[in-house]
């Protein structure tokens, strides 16, 4: 029995340190075998809140990420060790990957949304009806996105099968709302489902509407294309502190010796919390939400 029992507690406790691993490789990034094959199969609908990364890219993240902390950490102590234990942190990379990719498919998704607001508006001044607007909208989105992964045009084509299935197009829209997650996208939505109920001028509310959130789109385009080039110089900021250290360490290490010993590890320590903090002070001076 005491057998059995040890034996158990052996089994419960090789389960739960594999629950805290799996939980711990999820929160940097890594996603499940089911979620994997979902994504293969497109059984799963967008959810444009979370980014599924794929085996291929979270080991690209995350070895890049390693590569480059080994590389900075080397440049400040001169220790293989430390390089190496320090390079281990580049495992939590894929979750702040995963972040920016989140962020670059919602601004895929606002620029495609403003071409639909485009055609729509096209559409509907030719004395369509809302539904046939959508639905024209699509092969207009086919003609612009030849490539059928573009995400509005998966969108539309799952809009379009709710729509032949007698569903109400400000349901489906609705629900593709949800999942966007886009302020301008549920604006839109919003105001074509007031519109619908209160009985109003639908062709004056969507033009009225689409001109409106064309215009903020194409304002946030500006202060994005603005923002960019001080990113790229941010970016070359960070690189020059570290390609100076490695400069002075090939060409003059006599010059550098006394920073490798005793007090110096002090004040080479202090320089790289220093630019860490600098580095996180220029990303968040970087960060406007629009």
Same mark, same amino acid.
């Given at each position: 029995?005491?057998?059995?029992?040890?034996?158990?507690?052996?089994?419960?406790?090789?389960?739960?340190?594999?629950?805290?691993?799996?939980?711990?490789?999820?929160?940097?990034?890594?996603?499940?075998?089911?979620?994997?094959?979902?994504?293969?199969?497109?059984?799963?609908?967008?959810?444009?809140?979370?980014? $599924?990364?794929?085996?291929? $890219?979270?080991?690209?993240?995350?070895?890049?990420?390693?590569?480059?902390?080994?590389?900075?950490?080397?440049?400040?102590?001169?220790?293989?060790?430390?390089?190496?234990?320090?390079?281990?942190?580049?495992?939590?990379? !894929?979750?702040?990957?995963?972040?920016?990719?989140?962020?670059?498919?919602?601004?895929?998704?606002?620029?495609?949304?403003?071409?639909?607001?485009?055609?729509?508006?096209?559409?509907?001044?030719?004395?369509?009806?809302?539904?046939?607007?959508?639905?024209?909208?699509?092969?207009?989105?086919?003609?612009?996105?030849?490539? !059928?992964?573009?995400?509005?045009?998966?969108?539309? $084509?799952?809009?379009?099968?709710?729509?032949?299935?007698?569903? !109400?197009?400000?349901?489906?829209?609705?629900?593709?709302?949800?999942?966007?997650?886009?302020?301008?996208?549920? $604006?839109?939505?919003?105001?074509?489902?007031?519109?619908?109920?209160?009985?109003?001028?639908?062709?004056?509310?969507?033009?009225?509407?689409?001109?409106?959130?064309?215009?903020?789109?194409?304002?946030?385009?500006?202060?994005?294309?603005?923002?960019?080039?001080?990113?790229?110089?941010?970016?070359?900021?960070?690189?020059?502190?570290?390609?100076?250290?490695?400069?002075?360490?090939?060409?003059? !290490?006599?010059?550098?010796?006394?920073?490798?010993?005793?007090?110096?590890?002090?004040?080479?320590?202090?320089?790289?919390?220093?630019?860490?903090?600098?580095?996180?002070?220029?990303?968040?001076?970087?960060?406007?939400?629009?």
């Amino acid at each position: 029995m005491s057998n059995t029992s040890e034996a158990s507690k052996l089994i419960d406790h090789r389960r739960f340190s594999g629950m805290r691993i799996r939980r711990a490789l999820e929160w940097c990034g890594w996603e499940s075998s089911e979620t994997i094959g979902r994504m293969k199969t497109g059984r799963q609908l967008i959810d444009y809140d979370r980014y $599924q990364l794929t085996r291929k $890219q979270f080991f690209a993240a995350a070895l890049t990420a390693g590569l480059l902390l080994y590389g900075a950490v080397y440049l400040f102590y001169h220790s293989s060790l430390l390089s190496l234990i320090a390079s281990c942190a580049g495992i939590a990379a !894929p979750r702040f990957r995963r972040r920016v990719l989140v962020q670059q498919r919602k601004e895929r998704l606002k620029l495609q949304f403003k071409e639909v607001l485009f055609s729509l508006t096209s559409s509907l001044a030719a004395g369509r009806s809302l539904e046939n607007a959508f639905l024209s909208t699509l092969d207009d989105l086919r003609l612009l996105y030849p490539d !059928p992964r573009t995400e509005l045009l998966l969108e539309f $084509q799952i809009v379009r099968f709710r729509l032949e299935n007698a569903e !109400p197009l400000e349901y489906a829209l609705r629900h593709f709302a949800d999942r966007a997650g886009v302020d301008e996208i549920s $604006q839109f939505v919003d105001a074509l489902a007031t519109c619908k109920r209160s009985g109003g001028d639908l062709l004056e509310v969507m033009k009225r509407t689409s001109v409106i959130i064309g215009e903020k789109l194409e304002i946030e385009q500006e202060i994005a294309v603005m923002i960019a080039q001080k990113k790229f110089e941010g970016r070359i900021m960070m690189a020059v502190p570290f390609v100076f250290l490695a400069f002075l360490s090939l060409a003059a !290490p006599d010059y550098m010796a006394p920073l490798y010993g005793g007090r110096g590890y002090l004040l080479l320590t202090g320089a790289l919390l220093l630019l860490i903090f600098c580095f996180w002070l220029m990303a968040k001076l970087m960060t406007i939400r629009m």
